[in-house]
Structure formats: structure tokens, C-alpha cells
């Protein structure tokens, strides 16, 4: 590819769009591809967007974000976590993946390795492959009592080479939660040997049966290694506004800024001003998707469970299941033929990591209705595949 760098021109489309983008508007799709529900953002928050549009918020801002929002941030996490977190700490960069992308490109250099816990979401490998550096993998375990990965079976894959290592819990796409004690394994292992850890926790407010997941913040100090990314996406439905923000070192409070002005210069200031509205007002409409999805995730349970062929390890977080079709050799086909018989969009496994290419990824963010839908299409259109 003329002008391309090889190792970009490599690069594939993640297959979470590779299908739903050939029918993602049409009406007729159940679309339970990618990690969003239908509900429109509150409409606080969208009156508080168009507040600060008439109040005149075009203008260019601070590249770490606005300072009131940095410091509603820092409430709310103050309030969430019960702790003091320094306000230099907190950048707002643009989305979470940006910040992902900017600790990564922060981190690793070519030449050396990351480590991500796998199944992944497809995005954090490819920006962990732009930096250059080696990949590899650690897997959890599918067990009937859901996904499992203990601290020690990650530090069992670190190297001497390893300066990055990514964690998302809860998980997108296992539903997989890191317990607090193998946070502190971990967390001392990259304490230990410099390690970049890269906490991922944009699903922090869904985990069933609590109000939010356990978080590195609560246990690193202001100067150990680690980059908790967050972000209005998930918690608020803001997936279009593309707002996230970083806890990160003291010490790097200066390079995230000049990281930010060479990715898109800080996020879309309107949008900034929204995300105060929804940190302070926000709280009820959090809690209300929290319980729907602990909702659906019954629903899903209940669809698949004592199907022959859908073995499912039940997810403990986020809004995704990640069942095992048995019999299928492609996830792709199946994804497509499903499409085209059924109406209903999920995204394939393979994408999420080698080792998955019998499953598929639902995610149950849709109001209940549609979702039920969806399910009762998926079960009958497994009964009837057949690729064997
Ligand atoms: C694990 C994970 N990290 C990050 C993101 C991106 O969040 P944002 O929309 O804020 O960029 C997603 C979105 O699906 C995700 O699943």
C-alpha cells in the first residue's frame, strides 16, 4: 500500500464492523452487535450540550480537559471509591479508547512486549499493534461458575520484555471480573518491575449484585504504574459523544497533555459540558440501566440455557454474553448467515482473540423486548444450522 507503513497496511477491520456495517441501518436488524443499548442519553444531559452551545463553548480548551470537569470527575470518583484522588491525576483526552491508545503509545516502543488479557475487544489489539511492540495473550478460562483468570497466571506470562499490560474488567466480551486480591498480586508485580498496567474499566458500574466493580484506583498510589481509563459511553449511553477520561501517575500529568494535542487536541468542549451534567445528575439514570441489564442478563440465561448446542459461561459484568455455538467452524459464516436469515446482528468470536471461533458475542444493552426477540431468533437459527 503506497505511503502505508507495512506494519499498518497489515491491519485488518475488526469483524464487529466488518458485519455490521453491511446492514447497520437497516430497521429490520435486531442489532446486537456492538456494546450499546437503544436509549437515547438522558435528556439532561443533551439540554446541558445545548446549553453550553448557546453559551458560546466553541472555542478551543485545555488539552487535559475542561477544569470543572476534571474536577466533577474527581467528585465522583471521590464519592464512588470513598477517597482523596489528586486532581492532577485526572485527563480528559477525548474517548477511553484514546486513552488507551495514548498509554499504550506512552508505554511501548518496537521491540518490546504487551501482555492483554484475552478474549479482548478487538480495538485494544490493534492500538497495541501500531506502537510496534510484541503481543501476547494470556486467556481466561470458560468455567460454569463463569470466566476465571487469577493474577499469578498473568504474572506467569510476563517477560523480561513486557512493558504494558492491559486489563478490562469487568470484561468486554466474558462479563469476567478481576476479584481485589489478584488486583494486589498484579498491581505489586508491575510496581515491582516498571510495567505500564492499563486498567480499563469503562464497564465499572456493571457488575450484578453491586453498585461498581473493584478498582485499581482504590489501591494504587498517586505514583505506581497504572492508567485507569474510564468514560461516559457505557455507564451514561453516551457512546456517540466519545468522552472518557485517565486516572494516571502524578508524573505524567504534563505528557498527557501534550499526548492529547497530537491525537484530537482534547474532546469536543460542548460535550465536555454535558459530561458535568451527567456526573451530578446522573446517578438515577446509572442505576437504572444497572438493573436493566442485570435484567437481561437473566433473560439471556435463561434463553440459552439447556439448549443443545449454546454453552454459556454466565457473565458476572458489562452487558455482553459470549456463548459457545458447538458445532460451528465459522464464526464469521454463522454471524453473516444469521444476519441474512434472521435479522438479528451479533458479532463474531474470532475477533475477540484466537480460541474463539465457536462463539459468538450478544450484547443485551437492547430494552428487553427487542433483546427477547433477538434471543428467541438466535436459539431457532442454531437449531437449524448447519455447517458440520
Ligand atoms: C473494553 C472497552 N474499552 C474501551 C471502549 C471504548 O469506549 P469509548 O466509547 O469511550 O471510546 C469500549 C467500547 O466498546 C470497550 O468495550
Same mark, same amino acid.
Given at each position: 500500500?503506497?505511503?502505508?507503513?507495512?506494519?499498518?497496511?497489515?491491519?485488518?477491520? !475488526?469483524?464487529? &464492523?466488518?458485519? =455490521?456495517? @453491511?446492514?447497520?441501518?437497516?430497521?429490520? #436488524?435486531?442489532?446486537?452487535?456492538?456494546?450499546e443499548g437503544d436509549a437515547v442519553t438522558a435528556d439532561f444531559i443533551r439540554e446541558a450540550a445545548k446549553k453550553a452551545l448557546d453559551d458560546g463553548e466553541t472555542f478551543y480548551v485545555h488539552t487535559r480537559g475542561i477544569e470543572s470537569l476534571r474536577l466533577a470527575i474527581k467528585s465522583y470518583l471521590d464519592s464512588l471509591y470513598a477517597m482523596d484522588v489528586d486532581p492532577r491525576r485526572i485527563s480528559v483526552p477525548g474517548s477511553a479508547m484514546i486513552?488507551?491508545?495514548?498509554?499504550?503509545?506512552?508505554?511501548?516502543?518496537?521491540?518490546?512486549?504487551?501482555?492483554?488479557?484475552?478474549?479482548?475487544?478487538? !480495538?485494544?489489539? &490493534?492500538?497495541? =499493534?501500531? @506502537?510496534?511492540?510484541?503481543?501476547?495473550? #494470556?486467556?481466561?478460562?470458560?468455567?460454569?461458575?463463569?470466566?476465571?483468570?487469577?493474577?499469578?497466571?498473568?504474572?506467569d506470562k510476563v517477560t523480561e520484555k513486557t512493558r504494558s499490560i492491559y486489563i478490562n474488567s469487568p470484561c468486554n466480551p466474558t462479563g469476567w471480573i478481576m476479584p481485589r486480591k489478584?488486583?494486589?498480586?498484579?498491581?505489586?508485580?508491575c510496581r515491582e518491575r516498571n510495567i505500564l498496567l492499563i486498567a480499563d474499566e469503562v464497564y465499572h458500574r456493571h457488575i450484578f449484585g453491586a453498585d461498581v466493580a473493584p478498582s485499581f484506583l482504590q489501591i494504587a498510589k498517586d505514583d505506581d504504574p497504572v492508567v485507569v481509563v474510564n468514560g461516559f459511553s457505557k455507564a451514561w449511553a453516551m457512546t456517540g459523544w466519545r468522552v472518557g477520561w485517565v486516572v494516571t501517575p502524578v508524573e505524567q500529568s504534563e505528557h498527557w497533555a501534550i499526548m492529547s494535542e497530537c491525537f484530537n487536541t482534547g474532546a469536543t468542549v460542548f460535550a465536555q459540558h454535558a459530561c458535568i451534567a451527567a456526573l451530578e445528575r446522573g446517578e438515577p439514570v446509572v442505576q437504572q440501566m444497572q438493573s436493566q441489564y442485570e435484567a437481561a442478563a437473566k433473560l439471556v440465561n435463561d434463553a440459552f440455557e439447556g439448549?443443545?448446542?449454546?454453552?454459556?459461561?454466565?457473565?458476572?459484568?458489562?452487558?455482553?454474553?459470549?456463548?459457545?455455538?458447538?458445532?460451528?467452524?465459522?464464526?464469521?459464516?454463522?454471524?453473516?448467515?444469521?444476519?441474512?436469515?434472521?435479522?438479528?446482528?451479533?458479532?463474531?468470536?474470532?475477533?475477540?482473540?484466537?480460541?474463539?471461533?465457536?462463539?459468538?458475542?450478544?450484547?443485551?444493552?437492547?430494552?428487553?423486548?427487542?433483546?427477547?426477540?433477538?434471543?428467541?431468533?438466535?436459539?431457532?437459527?442454531?437449531?437449524?444450522?448447519?455447517?458440520?
Open positions: 500500500m503506497k505511503g502505508v507503513r507495512p506494519d499498518i497496511a497489515l491491519l485488518k477491520q !475488526n469483524g464487529i &464492523t466488518a458485519v =455490521a456495517f @453491511t446492514r447497520m441501518d437497516d430497521p429490520k #436488524v435486531i442489532p446486537l452487535w456492538f456494546g486513552g488507551v491508545t495514548i498509554a499504550a503509545q506512552m508505554a511501548l516502543n518496537k521491540g518490546d512486549e504487551a501482555l492483554i488479557v484475552s478474549p479482548h475487544w478487538p !480495538n485494544i489489539e &490493534t492500538t497495541y =499493534a501500531v @506502537t510496534g511492540a510484541k503481543i501476547n495473550m #494470556v486467556r481466561q478460562r470458560e468455567t460454569e461458575n463463569g470466566w476465571q483468570l487469577s493474577a499469578s497466571e498473568i504474572v489478584d488486583q494486589e498480586e498484579l498491581l505489586a508485580c439448549q443443545r448446542r449454546i454453552k454459556l459461561a454466565p457473565p458476572k459484568g458489562a452487558f455482553y454474553a459470549f456463548p459457545k455455538i458447538e458445532g460451528i467452524r465459522s464464526s464469521l459464516n454463522f454471524t453473516k448467515a444469521l444476519l441474512a436469515e434472521e435479522d438479528v446482528g451479533v458479532a463474531p468470536g474470532y475477533t475477540f482473540g484466537i480460541g474463539n471461533e465457536q462463539n459468538i458475542r450478544v450484547c443485551f444493552a437492547q430494552s428487553h423486548e427487542r433483546l427477547q426477540e433477538g434471543l428467541d431468533r438466535i436459539v431457532r437459527f442454531v437449531e437449524r444450522y448447519d455447517n458440520h
